[in-house]
Nanobody, 122 residues
């Protein structure tokens, strides 16, 4: 599956953004979808994941209660709603697809989008 992420931008502390990731191909619904992020000088880290048909979700502790992941398989799109953004959320955000529910390890994802920049000003 090929993925295209969008929706990043510049926002003030406390603001909100919604990221979208649209997939190509007919098998989007068969993938676990995840969001990762990478800040300058830091390793890529897990943010959130949503299972097939949205039956389960998982979040990093740092975003729990502020971010919400969801999917619309009819539109082949996964969303990341980000609220109460903080400067430490500044990073390039990547969406990714996996065939397994391991979710937190980037090595288990087989397809990646190109990334979208999120910048939170203080």
């Amino acid at each position: 599956v090929q993925l295209q992420a969008s929706g990043g931008g510049l926002v003030q502390t406390g603001g909100s953004l919604r990221l979208s990731c649209t997939g190509s191909g007919r098998t989007f619904s068969s993938y676990v979808m995840g969001w990762f992020r990478q800040a300058p000088g830091r390793e890529r880290e897990f943010v959130a994941a949503v299972a097939w048909s949205g039956v389960s979700t998982a979040y990093a502790d740092s975003v729990k209660g502020r971010f919400t992941i969801s999917r619309d398989d009819a539109k082949k799109t996964v969303y990341l709603e980000m609220n109460n953004l903080k400067p430490e959320d500044t990073a390039i955000y990547y969406c990714a697809a996996s065939t397994t529910w391991v979710v937190r390890s980037s090595t288990d994802y087989e397809s990646w989008g190109q990334g979208t920049q999120v910048t939170v000003s203080s």
